[in-house]
C-alpha cells in the first residue's frame, strides 16, 4: 500500500509514453458520426471516448475504434470512484487496464467525484469535500490507478452545485484549487482542466473564475475541455449538460488560460443532444484559433539575441 507523502512523487513508469501535441483539438467519439469521419477523415488532433462504454469484449464500440486508429485516442473514465470510501474495484480497474492494452491511448483521464457506495453506483459524479483526509483518500487511489496503467492520470475538476460546511462536517475545508495542487505533488497525476466547470461553479457556489484559473499550476495542465451548459431558471443554477455550443464567457476565459499557461490539447465536449459533425468541427476551429493566437503571442515574448550569431556545429 502506498503512503501519501506531502512531498512531490514524480511518477517513474518507466516506457515513454506518447504525448499530444500541445496545439490539438478533439471532439467526443459518438456513433452517429463515425460513418462521416471514416469517409472525411478530417484533420482533428484526437478523439475521446468514455471508457465505460468500451468495457465489453467486443461488438460494435471496438469496431469504431479499430475503424479510427489514425485518431489519436484520449479515454475518459467516469465511474471509477476515485473519492469512494471503499478500495478501488479490483474489476473496474482490471477492464480499463484491459481497455488501455487493446486500444493504447494517449491520454487517460478521471474525475475528482465519487459513484458508488456499499455496492451500489450511482451513475453520477457525486459532490467531494475537500479535506486533508480526502486528499489523502483520492491521492492513495490515484497512485494504485497509476502503478495500476503504468501510466500518468489526469484529473477534471469538477461543476459544483452546493457548497460544503466546515462545521458540519468537524473538518477544515480545502480551497480547490489548493486541492489540486497539492493532489498533483503527493500522487504525480496530472490535471484536465474543463473550463465550462470553472465557470459553472462560479456561478453555482460565488467563486472568480479568472481567480480560480490564475491558482492553477501550468505545468501541471495535460489537457483542457470546453463544454456548453444550460440555466436552471427555477433553481438559479447553471448546469453543466454538454448539450450546447461553449458559451462566450467560456471562450474568453479558455483565451486568458491559454495566454498564461500555452497551448494545450483541447476537447470540445458535447454529450446530449449531439449536433451535426460540422457544428463540433465549427467548435474545434474556434479552438485552434485561440491556440494559434498563443502560440504566436509566446513566440512574440522570446527575448532576442543580440550581438553576431554563431552558427550550431553539425
Known amino acids: 500500500m502506498h503512503e501519501s507523502s506531502p512531498t512531490s512523487r514524480s511518477p517513474d513508469f518507466g516506457t515513454a509514453l ?69 478500495p478501488l474495484e479490483a474489476a473496474h480497474l482490471a477492464r480499463l487496464r ?14 475528482l467525484a465519487w459513484a458508488g457506495h456499499s455496492g451500489h453506483f450511482y451513475n453520477d459524479l457525486l459532490p467531494v469535500p475537500l479535506t486533508d483526509a480526502m486528499l489523502a483518500r483520492v491521492s492513495d487511489n490515484l ?20 457548497r460544503f460546511d466546515a462545521q458540519d462536517l468537524g473538518a477544515e475545508l480545502i480551497p480547490e484549487t489548493n486541492f489540486l495542487t497539492r493532489l498533483v505533488e503527493r500522487s504525480g497525476c496530472g490535471l484536465l482542466i474543463d473550463v465550462n466547470n470553472v465557470f459553472v461553479s462560479a456561478h453555482n457556489i460565488g467563486v472568480d473564475p479568472a481567480a480560480w484559473l490564475e491558482s492553477i499550476p501550468a505545468a501541471a495542465v495535460g489537457e483542457i475541455h470546453l463544454a456548453g451548459h444550460v440555466v436552471d431558471e427555477r433553481e438559479g443554477l447553471l ?54 493566437s498563443a502560440l504566436v503571442q509566446q513566440g512574440s515574448r522570446v527575448p532576442q539575441t543580440s550581438g553576431p550569431q554563431v552558427e550550431s556545429p553539425r
Open 98 to 111: 484491459a481497455l488501455c492494452e487493446r486500444h493504447p491511448p494517449t491520454s487517460v483521464s478521471e474525475h
Open 143 to 162: 497512485m494504485r490507478l497509476q502503478d495500476c496503467l503504468g501510466r500518468q492520470v489526469l484529473i477534471e475538476n469538477p461543476a459544483h452545485y452546493l
Open 239 to 292: 448546469i453543466d449538460n454538454h448539450g450546447a455550443p461553449v458559451c462566450e464567457a467560456v471562450w474568453a476565459l479558455y483565451a486568458d488560460f491559454i495566454q498564461r499557461v500555452g497551448p494545450r490539447p483541447t476537447l470540445i465536449e458535447w454529450d446530449t443532444q449531439v449536433p451535426a459533425l460540422e457544428v463540433l468541427l465549427g467548435q474545434t476551429a474556434r479552438a485552434e484559433q485561440i491556440l494559434q
Open 18 to 86: 506518447p504525448s499530444f501535441d500541445d496545439m490539438a483539438t478533439g471532439i467526443s467519439l459518438k456513433a452517429q458520426h463515425v460513418r462521416e469521419l471514416m469517409s472525411s477523415r478530417p484533420a482533428l488532433g484526437f478523439l475521446e471516448i468514455h471508457a465505460e462504454n468500451y468495457m465489453g469484449a467486443g461488438g460494435a464500440p471496438h469496431a469504431r475504434l479499430d475503424a479510427l486508429q489514425e485518431y489519436s485516442l484520449s479515454i475518459h473514465g467516469v465511474g471509477l470512484s476515485l473519492a469512494s470510501d471503499r
